[in-house]
């Protein structure tokens, strides 16, 4: 068992072993004899030491690099452009990148924002330009090349090079658990929705911008954030959770310089497009508020409901008054974040920051009108960084696969007119991923309130992806709540901080 420690102060930087310390994994390493022994090679070598080449850093690198190339091999059928006969569907091969290379007006040479307006935030938009542009222009030159296959291939090679981007910050928060990040490397849904859309560009840029917080480089962490705010919203959502673990660490200052350096750089970002073609920027943000209830939400399940009770029904209702449906999908978001934030605060020790942003950002998602197969992809590197156990998240990825393959279904039966199969197996599926997704929820939550069952706290001895927080003592405010007679009577590492705040009252 790895040892808890003051960090810095001889705590021994050995790796987790996944077959030692992850039950499900421990369970299935009985098909290969076991669990690592106590003399394997390497077994206890300080990690980062390690003489072999195929060192596990490198081969969860690998692996991704593996599951991205079987990702462009499902693709394959689509990338021609030529989909006839459904073969978007029924080959599972869709993909939002290479339709709209034509949708968008890239293929005749239009800038976006500029000539067209766009149904993305900005830099989105501005990868679209700077990929698709220079496509139309080498096919005005040569017209036999295939455009929209040109341009999914150089976007599936950015997008490919960001996911590999993506598991390299994964292993660099956790050195000591690199095989971590091979939840992220062999997931079902990065092997299935990796180029549906442009998402893996704001969560490489997000990754980066929790690695500069980690580092302790609160203005770069702000400003990738920002930057990736402006690919994809969600990452804004990031700030709070930094915000209010700084009140109870007593860290404002690096905090609040870490939102503006966010405001600064999403502005920038937006300026450019937003000052003089304000209508086409804007594109993105009337399409979000005029947007119905979209398939496999928890609004599209209640409307299924609704459908076999009979009648108009609440959910049927607000299909119908997108303006309530607005307003009360972001209360109960906003709502779920007071919890968050009350969580934070209240918690026996203080949550680490990748905890509390999977709970923000999965609240979105759950609550939101719109999820969308590839939103999938905004959890997975959360998930990694929050609760790294294979059990529950293989469950959760089965449950994708099942929604992704269902959701496929209804796509062709709405193509055809003719249904795949009865619209109660896709609320099925639907239903699934709603459940995994809470039961993971759930199962943080409990780590949070015990800390002392947290995967990350057994190998680290508090946040390693908390920068100025990792470490810190907690409020005074917080640290008087703590030594109340219950917080003296916790067993060692169940308070947390609780030793580091009696250092500093005493100070």
Known sequence: MSTQSTPGLGDAPTSDHPSRSDGFVRGLSGLIGGPLGDHAVALDRPAGRERRFWTAARIVLALVCLTLALHWVQKSPCQDGAWQNNVQYTRFCYTDVLALYYAEGLNEGKVPYRDHPVEYPVLTGYLMGALGLPVHALGDEDPGINQGQWFYNLNALVLGALAVATVAVILALRRRRPWDAALFALSPALLLTATVNWDLLAIGIAAFGLLAWAKRRPVLAGALLGLAGAAKLWPLFLLGPILVLAVRANRLRAAFTSVGAAVVAAVAVNLPAAVPYWENWDRFFELNSTRPIDWGTLWYIGRYLDGKVGGQGPFEWLNGNIPTLNLLSYALFGLVCLGVAALA???????RLAQLAFLVVAAFLIFSKVWSQQFVLWL??????????????????????????????????????RAVFPEGVFVLAASL??????????????????????????????????????????APWIARRMLRPSADLAPPGLTGSANANRAAMAG
């Open 345 to 351: 605060l209240l918690a026996p020790r203080r949550p």
């Open 380 to 417: 997975l590197p959360l998930a990694v960084l929050a609760r790294p156990r294979w059990g529950a998240f293989l469950a959760w990825q089965l449950a994708e696969v099942c929604y992704f393959a269902a959701f496929y279904g209804e796509l062709l039966g709405a193509s055809t007119g």
């Open 433 to 474: 991923r709603l459940v995994t997704v809470v039961v993971i929820y759930a199962l943080i939550v409990r780590d949070i309130l015990r800390p002392e069952r947290d995967a990350v706290r057994a190998t680290y001895a508090d946040d390693p992806d908390g920068g100025v927080l990792d470490g810190a003592p907690d």
